[in-house]
């Protein structure tokens, strides 16, 4: 069972950046495909970013297309989400999670998340 600790949120304005960073314990970490989800209050965890067990390849939802890079060290068992030009409506608690790299669907548990806040 894979277990994850996010860091890096924190309060910001819009158009500022910030980069998060999911630790994961268990030797399988370079096996999975890595995703970030985002909660906003009230609202529904959504998908935003993959990436291949490899890093060979990654996906994102339209809404982060070309402000947010995913990437990931497996010799440090991390997974980043890199977040340039952050808006209001990105405020969100942040979760990452092993997937189906095709499905984007969670394979483990949520971890504790890390709050992000962009005022406006």
């Known amino acids: 069972q894979v277990q994850l600790v996010e860091s890096g949120g924190g309060l910001v304005q819009a158009g500022g950046s910030l980069r998060l960073s999911c630790a994961a314990s268990g030797r399988t970490f370079s096996s999975y495909a890595m995703g970030w989800f985002p909660q906003a209050p009230g609202k529904e965890r959504e998908f935003v970013a993959a990436?291949?067990?490899?890093?060979?390849?990654?996906y994102y939802a339209d809404s982060v297309k070309g402000r947010f890079t995913i990437s990931r060290d497996n010799a440090k068992n991390t997974v980043y989400l890199q977040m340039n030009s952050l808006k209001p409506e990105d405020t969100a608690v942040y979760y990452c999670?092993?997937?189906?790299?095709?499905?984007?669907?969670?394979?483990?548990?949520w971890g504790q998340g890390t709050q992000v806040t962009v005022s406006s």
């Open positions: 990436i291949r067990w490899s890093g060979s390849s990654t």
């Open positions: 999670a092993p997937i189906n790299y095709y499905s984007r669907s969670p394979l483990a548990d």
